[in-house]
């Protein structure tokens, strides 16, 4: 588990408007990687274009390359299902399938994929994936209760049980926070932590606390304007982009002075 994503001159279109202009970037495995940059710089954008979720939009098309383990994903004859399936995503908003119990939520992904599964071994995936999640001692007793009965940060790690229930090989976040509270922010952001263990974590948070506290290495993006494409300005580690940037756009976003 845990893959390495290389992306190599990678342009991203929503019809015939350019939206993220030539990314090359290397994403490393077992680490948090955070993208910070002024909203409408095309974060979401980009981080879409990692699991091939961007297409889906009607005339949104990529040129270029993503390499998961140095295999494209938008190879000839690739499956985006397939590409889906290692590449998990977690939104702003915790979507648990409302009419679902908890279980059946972790469960989900792992259903849509066909994996035939007995009841054993599915009890044993919830667990694992609660577990994983840092859910489980919390809903133990009410597997069956409706996933929407949970608080909103409990019902975004239950989202995330969901993620690696599939067992992934990379999980996207994006914004995973910012519909929470303190409290279950800093469950979410020492789940994020543990998370790097076991796969390749790509976070996009307004927060710049919360991108030096969980992420290893940080990608600043940004605009020249409105109309313009966003692209990336500078990767680094994350402590040299919060204090020693090369670039000064990227010492006037982390330091507050933009704009
Ligand atoms: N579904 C869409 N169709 C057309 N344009 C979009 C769509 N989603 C985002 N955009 C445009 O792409 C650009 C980047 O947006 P986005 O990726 O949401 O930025 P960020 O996540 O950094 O705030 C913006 O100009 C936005 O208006
Ligand atoms: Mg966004």
Request: net charge negative; aromatic share 6%.
């Amino acid at each position: 588990m845990s893959k390495s994503i290389e992306v190599n001159n990678l342009n991203v279109y929503y019809g015939d408007f350019l939206a993220v202009e030539g990314v090359n970037i290397d994403i490393q495995p077992r680490s948090v990687t955070a993208f910070i940059g002024p909203s409408g710089c095309g974060k979401s954008t980009f981080l879409r274009t990692l699991n091939r979720m961007h297409e889906v939009i009607p005339g949104a098309r990529v040129e270029g390359e993503v390499l998961l383990d140095g295999k494209d994903l938008y190879g000839a004859g690739v499956d985006p299902v397939l590409v889906r399936r290692q590449v998990g995503m977690v939104f702003q908003r915790p979507n648990p399938f409302p009419t679902m119990s908890i279980r059946e939520n972790v469960l989900a992904g792992v259903k849509l994929n066909n994996r035939r599964m007995s009841k054993s071994d599915a009890d044993e995936l919830v667990e694992k994936s609660l577990r994983g999640a840092n859910l489980w001692n919390e809903v133990k007793d009410r597997l069956d209760r409706p996933g929407s009965g949970l608080s909103g940060g409990q019902q975004q790690r239950l989202c995330i049980a969901r993620a690696i229930a599939v067992s992934p090989e990379v999980i996207l976040m994006d914004e995973p926070c910012s519909a929470l509270d303190p409290i279950s922010t800093f469950a979410i952001e020492e789940l994020i932590s543990e998370l790097k263990n076991d796969y390749t974590v790509v976070i996009v948070t307004h927060n710049m606390q919360q991108a030096s506290r969980v992420s290893d290495k940080t990608a600043f993006f940004n605009i020249a304007g409105t109309g313009k494409p966003g692209k990336l300005i500078e990767y680094n580690d994350t402590a040299t982009i919060f204090t020693t940037p090369s670039v000064q756009a990227t010492e006037d976003y982390v330091s507050g002075r933009f704009g």
